[in-house]
């Protein structure tokens, strides 16, 4: 079992800088893949970034083209998604998540509460 749980969102202008962190508990985190995600109101959760286990290959969807990074810390059982060059559409319930498989599009086991991200125009 895996406890993790999101900070570091809130409101920003468009063009600005966030960085979510996802502290974990339980189990050591490098015993997983991690993954984030997001949600926005009225729409289905998707695939925003993820990391192998040792941080060594990251995995990106195709509309964060660059502005976000995904960045961990097993020594602090913590993962990072810097986002920068925010836009409105970036507005979402980011969560994040950890899988046992094997790459970063298998199930996810486990997974954070949330945390707000609201990009203002």
């Known amino acids: 079992q895996v406890q993790l749980v999101e900070s570091g969102g809130g409101l920003v202008q468009a063009g600005g800088s966030l960085r979510l962190s996802c502290a974990a508990s339980g189990r050591t985190l490098s015993s997983y893949v991690m993954g984030w995600f997001r949600q926005a109101p009225g729409k289905e959760r998707e695939f925003v970034a993820g990391?192998?286990?040792?941080?060594?290959?990251?995995y990106y969807a195709n509309f964060v083209k660059g502005r976000f990074t995904i960045s961990r810390d097993n020594a602090k059982n913590t993962v990072y998604l810097q986002l920068n060059s925010l836009k409105p559409e970036d507005t979402a319930v980011y969560y994040c998540?950890?899988?046992?498989?094997?790459?970063?599009?298998?199930?996810?086991?486990?997974w954070g509460q949330g945390t707000q991200v609201t990009v203002s125009s």
């Open positions: 990391i192998s286990r040792r941080g060594g290959s990251t």
């Open positions: 998540a950890a899988t046992s498989g094997a790459a970063p599009t298998a199930d996810y086991d486990y």
